[in-house]
C-alpha cells in the first residue's frame, strides 16, 4: 500500500462546485502540504499543516481551504471551483527534521469545466 | 528571495547517450538543501536526492551523479548511458528553511529519450 494516498485520483467538475481533495498517509509524519501543479510552472504550494492546530498558508492559498482532521489525514477544499483551478494536486508529508526530503502522493487530476 | 531555474525546458537525446540537466538557484541563505524529483509519465513525484549546502562532494548513484557547486550556485543532474526508461520531467528544488521545510520548485525538464 502507498505512504501517501490521495483520492480521489482524477476529477471532473462544473465551475462553482465544492470539491474535496483528500490525502492520507501511513509514514507517521507531523508535517503534510498540498502543491498544485501546472504545465511550465512546476510545483507550488498552496497550504502545509505541522499538526491538527497548526495551518500554514503557502504562495497561492487563495480559493482554497484545508482541514487537518488527523495527524494521518489533510484534506484540500475547494469551495467554489474556477476553470483556472484545473490542474494536478499533490499531497506531500515529511518528517519534521530540518529539511528532510518530502514524500509525495501520486496525485489528483481534476478539471474544471 | 528564493528562486529555483531550470532553463532547459525540453531535452532529447537518443538511448545510450549522456544528458546533463542544469539547476541554478537563488538563496541569501548559508544553510539550505537541494533536491531533484523525477516525473515518470504516469504522474507521481519521485525524490530522487538531498544535498545539504555544506557538502560539495559530487554524489554518483549508478548511472545517476549530481554535480554541486556553490561557487555557481548550480545543482546539475547527469545521466550517464540514458535509458528510455529515464523519460520524465525532472524537477530541481530549494529548501532554505528549516522550520517549515517549504519546497520551491523549478519549472522541470521534460528529458524524452529515444530508442
Known amino acids: 500500500d502507498a505512504d501517501v494516498t490521495q483520492t480521489p485520483r482524477n476529477r471532473i467538475t462544473k465551475t462553482g462546485k465544492r470539491i474535496m481533495l483528500e490525502c492520507s498517509q501511513t509514514?507517521?509524519?507531523?508535517?503534510m502540504y498540498w502543491y498544485r501543479q501546472d504545465p511550465g510552472l512546476g510545483l507550488r504550494l498552496i497550504y502545509y499543516?505541522?499538526?491538527?492546530?497548526?495551518?500554514n498558508k503557502g504562495e497561492i492559498s487563495d480559493g482554497y481551504s484545508v482541514s487537518r482532521q488527523a495527524q494521518a489525514k489533510f484534506s484540500l477544499s475547494l469551495e467554489s471551483a474556477i476553470p483556472n483551478q484545473t490542474a494536478l494536486y499533490f499531497c506531500?508529508?515529511?518528517?519534521?527534521?530540518?529539511?528532510?526530503?518530502?514524500?509525495f502522493g501520486d496525485g489528483t487530476r481534476l478539471s474544471i469545466l | 528571495a528564493q528562486k529555483v531555474t531550470q532553463a532547459q525546458t525540453e531535452i532529447s537525446v537518443v538511448e545510450k547517450e549522456d544528458v546533463t540537466l542544469d539547476c541554478v538557484y537563488e538563496?541569501?541563505?548559508?544553510?539550505?538543501?537541494l533536491f531533484w524529483y523525477k516525473q515518470p509519465p504516469s504522474g507521481e513525484l519521485v525524490f530522487l536526492i538531498r544535498?545539504?549546502?555544506?557538502?560539495?562532494q559530487n554524489e554518483i548513484s549508478g548511472r545517476y551523479s549530481w554535480n554541486f557547486q556553490k561557487s555557481t550556485s548550480s545543482f546539475n543532474f547527469t545521466i550517464t548511458a540514458s535509458q528510455v526508461v529515464d523519460s520524465a520531467v525532472y524537477f530541481c528544488?530549494?529548501?532554505?528553511?528549516?522550520?517549515?521545510?517549504?519546497?520551491?520548485f523549478g519549472t522541470g525538464t521534460l528529458l524524452a529519450v529515444q530508442p
Open positions: 506531500a508529508t515529511s518528517d519534521a527534521s530540518f529539511n528532510q526530503p518530502q514524500h
Open positions: 509514514k507517521g509524519h507531523d508535517r
Open positions: 544535498r545539504n549546502s555544506f557538502d560539495e
Open positions: 528544488a530549494l529548501s532554505d528553511d528549516g522550520a517549515t521545510n517549504k519546497l520551491i
Open positions: 538563496t541569501r541563505d548559508t544553510t539550505y538543501y
Open positions: 499543516s505541522f499538526d491538527v492546530k497548526d495551518i
